[in-house]
């Protein structure tokens, strides 16, 4: 029996797993330019974009009572007056700076009196970070302020 074979544990062994790697985009056309037509173009998501899916994800969870600071609500309901009460309302109260497929997100929101601040505002980053990456982008940075409280009215 030679040196050669088998285990020695005295030794380095060498062991062959196999990677499983991308397939790479063809260089030419052909039949095989159905299967990476993916390859084909870039994705890009709008700011405004981020902000509709951010915004519709921090309405969303008990406790919120708006989104946007005191100047944006105001203006809210000035256009809700005049009989614009959905014009802004889509991001109102959410900026994301957009990157590739990276995105930093901010939500401006006014809480419902009695909620606990520390909750709500991790469930908004919860909801909001989820919803934003379910369509394929990265979050770095959820940022939650709290502008207001709305008291219930007497």
Request: proline share 3%; charged share 25%; net charge negative.
């Amino acid at each position: 029996m030679s040196d050669d074979a088998g285990f020695h544990a005295d030794r380095t062994q060498e062991i062959f797993l196999p990677a499983v790697a991308e397939a790479v985009p063809p260089s030419h056309g052909g039949a095989g330019v159905i299967e990476v037509a993916a390859y084909r173009g870039d994705t890009e998501f709008d700011r405004e974009v981020i902000e509709k899916l951010a915004s519709a994800a921090a309405r969303s969870v008990p406790g919120v009572a708006e989104l946007g600071g005191d100047v944006a609500r105001f203006f809210n309901s000035v256009l809700d007056r005049v009989g614009l009460d959905k014009v802004g309302d889509a991001t109102r109260g959410v900026t994301a700076k957009v990157d590739g497929i990276d995105v930093d997100i901010t939500v401006v929101l006014c809480l419902k009196a009695g909620e606990v601040v520390s909750e709500v505002t991790a469930a908004v980053r919860t909801k909001v970070i989820e919803a934003v990456e379910h369509y394929g982008v990265h979050v770095n940075n959820c940022k939650v302020k709290v502008d207001d409280i709305l008291m219930p009215e007497a």
